[in-house]
């Protein structure tokens, strides 16, 4: 565990200092879910019951229903997630970088106005080398859900009336489990949440590795496909049921009063839905990898079951944790916040390695690091299954536009290298040589094909 007991004042522009008598500021509860797909939530319109718990805490909150993430891989929306700046502009678009020092994160610009923060993580591709512990005073990792909960209750304060509480929770039990060589579960989960909405008589998985389940193309017919979207959904399921007993412990010890709660993911996953089948990565640019639940209870609890339809991204996070949390907004940062009245025809962008995506509802440009954009109108289209090659200066000028005035933004430093057994670590979980391979629209022939779900 790291502790950094004593905060570190930051030359951060905007700061606002906390007066003696103002209101107190509010807690803010920021919950990652990784790999939560937002059409398999029922508050999203999922037809099982994998979340009642995240479905009831929807009633109470303001529901995004176009949230996008910037990128479909945990690395570069966690990196946007926790900073408010696009891709490009925290520049962590690829493995072996980790932020510039002069990049202020989230953590860091709360705990300089008096905030107690807490980072509980799956260390995977988010780790301190990477400068993602900056600020948190604690920064715990686990490595799954029932150890989250036994840290989260034990680190948490027993009651209320302290500093206001800063709590980022990433919880990585949905996302596919480490690959072990005589196994063949992908997702994973504990009974009696593993085997939930598997059918009585569903097919058979192959006893194959893993690895070789995850990484090989048109392995699994429909059938089994659809097996093993049950065992996904399971694992859902076990996630809501630990985020309704934490939840609850939470508002025994009253750390819910006046505070900001947002459940989102990082993106979201693949499933094996398009023509080739195959179940490697998290969905690419397509809207399976990058539409991705988001559900913001605000502190007084106002505008409770309010649906939004204007599209928004995780880049909004921090302005949003700024603007209700009393700090004054930081003009580097694009996004808006949630609380605002929002455009239905923003742009919303992302990138990883050398591709990119723009997005003005419902037209999509995609390139996929080649140079060569692929437009989908969204609402003719909604399953992507056709596209069609169009001028590349179109993405460029959305992302401009997107982007203003802003910037320069201080680049990112390389990473220490990593030790042998960390790099087949990251192997395991099946984060080598992704970007590569990773489905993405129009990037082979049988990706176009009949995309289902
Ligand atoms: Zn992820």
Redesign the pocket.
């Known amino acids: 565990m790291m502790r950094n007991p004593l905060p570190v004042f930051l030359a951060l522009g905007g700061l606002v200092a906390c007066s003696p008598g103002a209101t107190p500021r509010p807690s803010v509860i920021l919950i990652s879910i990784?790999?939560l797909r937002a059409d398999h939530v029922g508050a999203y319109g999922y037809e099982r019951d994998t979340t009642p718990f995240l479905d009831r805490f929807a009633e109470q909150s303001l529901l995004f229903e176009r949230a996008f993430t910037p990128a479909s891989?945990?690395l570069t929306?966690h990196a946007t997630m926790l900073t408010g700046l696009q891709p490009d502009e925290h520049g962590i678009l690829a493995d072996g970088l980790a932020f510039s020092p002069e990049t202020p994160l989230l953590a860091e610009r709360l705990q300089a106005v008096g905030y107690r923060t807490l980072g509980l993580f799956f260390r995977g591709l988010i780790n301190e080398e990477r400068g993602f512990g900056r600020g948190f005073d604690v920064f715990q990792n686990h490595r799954n859900a029932e150890e989250a909960g036994a840290h989260l209750l034990s680190l948490l304060p027993q009651e209320s009336g302290g500093p206001p509480l800063f709590l980022f929770l990433h919880l990585f039990d949905v996302?596919s489990q480490p690959f072990k060589p005589d196994s063949s579960i992908v997702y994973d989960s504990p009974e009696p949440h593993r085997n939930r909405f598997v059918a009585p008589d569903a097919a058979p998985l192959p006893e194959l590795p893993s690895q070789v389940l995850w990484e090989t193309e048109g392995l699994l017919d429909p059938e089994q496909r659809e097996h093993l979207v049950a065992l996904y959904d399971g694992a859902i399921h076990y996630v809501d049921t630990r985020l309704e007993q934490w939840f609850s412990e939470l508002e025994r010890r009253g750390l819910l009063e006046n505070a900001l709660v947002i459940v989102t993911a990082?993106?979201g996953e693949a499933l094996g839905q398009r023509a080739n089948g195959r179940l490697h990565g998290?969905g690419g640019y397509y809207q399976e990898g990058l539409h991705v639940p988001l559900i913001v209870r605000l502190p007084d609890g106002s505008r409770a079951g309010e649906r939004i339809q204007a599209p928004v991204q995780l880049g909004d996070l921090v302005p949003t944790i700024l603007e209700v949390c009393g700090l004054a907004p930081d003009a580097r940062l694009g996004g808006l916040s949630l609380r605002e009245a929002l455009p239905e025809d923003r742009i919303i962008d992302g990138a990883r390695g050398s591709s990119r995506y723009a997005l003005r509802w419902p037209e999509k440009y995609v390139d996929n690091g080649g140079g060569r954009v692929l437009h989908t109108d969204l609402s003719r289209d909604p399953l992507e299954r056709a596209n069609r090659e169009v001028d590349a200066a179109r993405l460029q000028s959305l992302v401009e536009r997107a982007r203003g005035e802003r910037g320069p933004h201080p680049a990112p430093i390389p990473m220490g290298a990593r030790s042998l057994a960390e790099e087949q670590q990251l192997r395991d979980l099946g984060y080598g040589g992704e970007l590569d391979e990773e489905l993405l629209p129009g990037s082979s022939p049988a990706a176009q094909g009949s995309g289902e779900r």
């Open positions: 990784d790999t891989w945990t929306a996302h990082d993106h998290h």
